[in-house]
């Protein structure tokens, strides 16, 4: 990345909040936390001599950075806790206040968490927490950011990256994150469904143990049962999503398919799975009144394990989304295949929870080397982390 590269993605940032209000929202608007317009930054970095991935193979790979934004099922009471002391952190939260009507800060400090969990909670929590992070390391470590390469995000995870790379400002990334977190809970009460972590072998045929899964439901009189692959997290290691019923089969006869462990997540419904079609829909229609911009920096889609190329393509893609197995095994594999003895970028992981440092981990142990984290509960802690 080219100098004139590094300052428009580190503009970018700093002024991707953008300025406006969403329905529902407050009619003023948010604090002009930037000089520069995304657009206008875009426009530079397309004019710039070098793109971002000719200039990222002239700089030492040892000095580029990742970031990883964590999705539902990370967040925990008390996050956003280590954050308040940085700046613009609290407007950040003021913001999102006016956005959700609800007060997101009381309810990430202090719960309870059954209400944080809900998914109609959890995902703008997520999302809010993790550029609050963002925040936080720009604060520690501005080098960082100016010299990120790549970004991904787990599931909702996706949008909070989508808004880091400039591609979507602040206020409509939020609230397209509330009207798809309302869509997938209605459509998670209006079937019995869930997800099932399974750690396999390397016998474990999990297209077997689903089609037999769904056999099970026929016998019980369910029709058209799903019961399917929706995550792919690292090598034997799978999420697989449907109807309860299908779940519980899958548990009872675990040994019949050689799972060394199956785990019922504490979420609502079958996420990424068909069963989330009805939230396809308001998902959509509020991605057409959003600005979208070419990323700054390559952001990897869940459903392709690609990076995105054009506004289209993600407007189009976080639809398909919803309903698409999230290929983060494959996203790991892309972003960090390189040539034997070339150095791995720094990587962090901004948000709640270390869960995608344990999957990078288990994907790549030398790109892991270079893992760090910016927690969201205790500054001293991820200060140390982030050095």
Same mark, same amino acid.
Do not use: I
């Given at each position: 990345m080219s100098v004139r590269m590094a300052r428009a993605a580190r503009a970018a940032w700093t002024g991707c909040w953008g300025a406006g209000s969403r329905r529902g929202a407050s009619s003023s608007p948010l604090p002009p936390l930037g000089?520069?317009?995304?657009?206008? &930054? &875009?426009?530079?970095?397309?004019? #710039?001599?070098a793109g971002p991935l000719e200039a990222a193979a002239r700089r030492p790979p040892g000095q580029c950075s990742v970031l990883l934004f964590p999705g539902q099922g990370s967040q925990v009471v008390g996050m956003g806790r280590g954050l308040l002391g940085f700046p613009r952190v609290r407007e950040l939260y003021a913001a999102a206040r006016r956005v959700l009507g609800y007060d997101l800060l009381e309810l990430s400090l202090h719960g309870p968490q059954e209400d944080l969990d809900r998914t109609v909670h959890c995902q703008p929590a997520v999302f809010v927490a993790s550029l609050a992070a963002v925040e936080k390391l720009h604060h520690l470590h501005p080098e960082v950011i100016e010299n990120c390469v790549a970004a991904a995000g787990f599931s909702v995870g996706e949008f909070a990256a989508l808004v880091f790379s400039g591609a979507m400002e602040? @206020? %409509?990334? &939020?609230?397209?994150?509330?009207?798809? #977190? %309302? #869509? /997938?809970?209605?459509?998670?009460?209006?079937? $019995? @469904?869930? /997800? =099932? @972590?399974? =750690?396999?072998?390397?016998?474990?045929?999990? @297209? =077997?143990?689903?089609?037999?899964?769904?056999?099970?439901c026929k016998s019980l009189g369910i029709k058209n049962p799903v019961c399917q692959v929706s995550t792919y997290l690292f090598a034997d290691c799978r999420v697989i999503s449907g109807h309860l019923q299908a779940l519980q089969f899958l548990q009872k006869n675990s040994s019949k398919y050689h799972f060394r462990r199956a785990k019922v997540l504490p979420v609502s419904g079958a996420f990424h799975t068909r069963l989330m079609e009805p939230a396809m829909e308001p998902l959509a229609q509020v991605l057409k009144t959003i600005t979208l911009r070419k990323p700054l920096v390559s952001v990897y889609s869940n459903v392709s394990g690609n990076k995105y190329s054009d506004p289209r393509h993600i407007r189009k893609l976080l639809v398909r989304q919803l309903v698409s197995p999230v290929k983060w095994e494959q996203t790991m594999h892309t972003i960090y295949e390189r040539k034997k003895?070339?150095?791995? $970028?720094?990587?962090?992981?901004?948000? $709640?929870?270390?869960?995608l440092g344990a999957i990078l981990k288990s994907c790549n142990l030398q790109a892991w080397k270079s893992y760090g984290h910016v927690d969201v509960l205790e500054a001293e802690e991820d200060q140390e982390q982030a050095q």
């Open positions: 000089t520069v317009a995304v657009a206008e &930054l &875009l426009q530079d970095a397309m004019a #710039a001599e602040f @206020s %409509e990334g &939020l609230y397209a994150v509330k009207v798809r #977190a %309302e #869509a /997938m809970q209605e459509a998670s009460e209006a079937v $019995p @469904s869930g /997800m =099932l @972590s399974v =750690l396999g072998q390397a016998q474990t045929k999990f @297209s =077997l143990a689903c089609q037999e899964a769904q056999e099970h003895g070339t150095e791995f $970028p720094r990587t962090f992981e901004v948000g $709640p929870g270390k869960q």
